[in-house]
């Protein structure tokens, strides 16, 4: 019997509007054969233990690294960025540095012991799921494919990863680079295609990490259930940046805008929603509008300026009906809040909103593009109500004394929490963090639990006494269970 060809998708230039790239939807028969290869190959991989998958995964990195062209290239033309791709490409070697040397101490069997119990000692088997899925967004492309597969293949799983069919170029390349070291290959592989084969990848795997939004992370987290695997998610936010009296409000402004804007505000942990001390209002609101209108596209020459295309045409249509619904309610538009066309690319300048409140979706729901809703409160309490009346709990931050911006920190629902600074998340992946209410579920993905959660424990109970016999289960035999 003969494979039906994968059906094609077309994939949209986010620079200039164009469908100039088709991939292939692999479907439920491809995956299954490369789940079977996978599978084989993982078991050896598995016994080659933490210090050899290590030293592969880190010449594999060094070796991308070194010659990222390529990707780098691909991964330009996926999201209309230069200086993010390449930071996303950068990231790998921290990420791959620090996982590597929690493998090696992590994943590491501690010695047999004696159990609690007398006569019974016990050792620790860890076993690695045999087969990981990987699902990821379209705003990092290669970080967020990343992100889970460097520790799923550390400790010792087989991994396929499914980017999204909006950003897919970089994955030949990619491909490419890891054909490069055949043991590697053997036990990571990226396919093309949409969330038919998100699904499909579901029912072949024994695990998934999966970034994107609630909805559809509601579905994978039914369809795990489905096929009683766990499910990792990290799912979107609606992070809040508190602004409190005693900070320096043109620090603090530059650093909203920045935490707001980065990659176009298209980052789960962007700032979406902003509170200051009405104290300082006035003078914040001054310097935020300021910084905005500083800020230019990165367009017409891609390597300027600082602000990119909405890489995904939708978001455009969310951005804007947003913007309405806050217009229609009384909000007031200080800056940007146009889409423009530039060379087929949707762009928004930096966007900054006052008159808002929490009836507007603008302070509800994930906008995912460069706007800032600003509104004040009159004493730190009320700034904690503002910003814990959300269904997310991502990621939030706080500005002024550090004391009292911990104090305040400390009260936030949200698995991360910037002190004068904003989206500290995107630049350290090693301290623990949970995803918070609708914002994901499951254990960290950084630090050692990132490691650990691929990992089953199995309890090896040796009996070094006298194991009971039948006399054990008769009725009259002492309460000592002998
Ligand atoms: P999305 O949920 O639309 O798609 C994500 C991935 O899921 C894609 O690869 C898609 O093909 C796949 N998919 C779609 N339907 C599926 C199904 N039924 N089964 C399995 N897979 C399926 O998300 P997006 O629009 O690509 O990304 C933006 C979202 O990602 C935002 O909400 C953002 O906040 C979130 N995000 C979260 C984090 C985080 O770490 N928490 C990081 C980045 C992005």
């Given at each position: 019997m003969?494979?039906p060809a ?6 949209c ?6 469908p ?26 598995a ?18 690294l ?5 990707v ?7 999201t ?18 620090g996982?590597a ?6 994943l ?9 119990t007398?006569g019974?000692?016990?050792?620790s ?5 045999g ?6 967004p ?7 494919s990343?992100l889970d ?10 991994v396929i ?7 897919p ?5 990619l491909m490419?680079?890891l ?5 590697l290959a ?6 093309t295609?949409?969330g ?5 990848l579901?029912?072949?795997v024994?695990g ?8 559809t992370g ?8 489905e ?9 979107g936010g609606k ?15 530059a650093?909203?805008?920045r ?7 298209q980052?789960?942990q ?15 609101l ?11 596209l ?5 390597r ?15 951005i804007?009906?947003q913007?309405?619904?806050a217009v ?7 800056t940007g809040g ?6 087929g ?6 966007t900054?909103?006052?008159s808002?409140?929490?009836t507007?979706?603008l ?8 706007v ?7 004493d ?13 709990g991502?990621?939030?931050?706080v ?55 691929f990992?089953?424990k199995?309890?090896l109970l ?13 009725e009259n035999a ?5």
């Amino acid at each position: 019997m003969t494979v039906p060809a994968p059906r094609e998708l077309p994939v949209c230039n986010p620079r200039t509007g164009e469908p100039d790239c088709r991939i292939p939807v692999i479907g439920p028969a491809g995956i299954a054969a490369l789940a079977v290869r996978l599978r084989a190959n993982q078991m050896a991989w598995a016994a080659a233990g933490p210090a050899h998958r290590a030293e592969v995964v880190k010449a594999w990195s060094a070796r991308l690294l070194a010659q990222p062209g390529p990707v780098l290239d691909a991964l330009s033309v996926d999201t209309g960025r230069h200086l993010l791709a390449l930071q996303e490409m950068n990231a790998l070697r921290g990420m791959v540095a620090g996982n590597a040397a929690l493998a090696t101490t992590a994943l590491v069997e501690p010695p047999e012991r004696p159990s609690m119990t007398p006569g019974i000692h016990a050792q620790s088997q860890l076993v690695p799921y045999g087969l990981i899925g990987v699902i990821s967004p379209w705003n990092f492309p290669f970080l967020l494919s990343m992100l889970d597969t460097i520790p799923a293949l550390l400790a010792g799983c087989a991994v396929i990863v499914k980017p999204s069919e909006v950003t897919p170029r970089f994955i030949a390349p990619l491909m490419a680079s890891l054909a490069e070291f055949p043991e590697l290959a053997g036990v990571c592989s990226f396919i093309t295609g949409d969330g038919s084969t998100g699904a499909a990848l579901i029912r072949a795997v024994d695990g998934i990490c999966f970034t994107g939004s609630v909805a559809t992370g509601r579905k994978v987290a039914a369809a795990c259930a489905e096929q009683f695997i766990p499910a990792f998610l990290e799912l979107g936010g609606k992070d809040p940046a508190i602004v409190l009296a005693s900070a320096d409000p043109d620090r603090a402004a530059a650093t909203v805008l920045r935490a707001s804007v980065q990659a176009t505000g298209q980052a789960c942990q962007s700032i979406e929603r902003v509170y200051v001390d009405a104290r300082i209002r006035d003078e914040f609101l001054a310097r935020l509008i300021a910084h905005a209108e500083a800020v230019s596209l990165n367009w017409p020459d891609s390597r300027r300026g600082q602000v990119g295309p909405l890489i995904f045409s939708r978001q455009a249509e969310i951005i804007a009906a947003q913007l309405a619904d806050a217009v229609t309610k009384g909000a007031r538009i200080e800056t940007g809040g146009v889409i423009e066309r530039h060379g087929g690319g949707y762009w928004l300048r930096p966007t900054v909103v006052t008159s808002v409140n929490h009836t507007m979706t603008l302070m509800s729901e994930e906008t995912f593009g460069p706007v800032l809703p600003v509104m004040s409160f009159r004493d730190p309490g009320e700034a904690v109500q503002l910003a814990n009346d959300s269904v997310y709990g991502l990621s939030a931050a706080v500005f002024g004394d550090e004391a009292q911006a911990l104090a305040v920190a400390r009260q936030l629902v949200a698995g991360a929490v910037s002190i004068n600074d904003g989206a500290l998340t995107t630049e350290v992946f090693d301290v623990d963090k949970n995803a918070f209410r609708l914002s994901g579920l499951g254990a960290s993905r950084m630090g050692a639990s990132g490691l650990l959660r691929f990992v089953r424990k199995k309890a090896l109970l040796i009996q070094r006494g006298r194991a009971k016999d039948m006399h054990a289960l008769e009725e009259n035999a002492s309460t000592d269970g002998g």
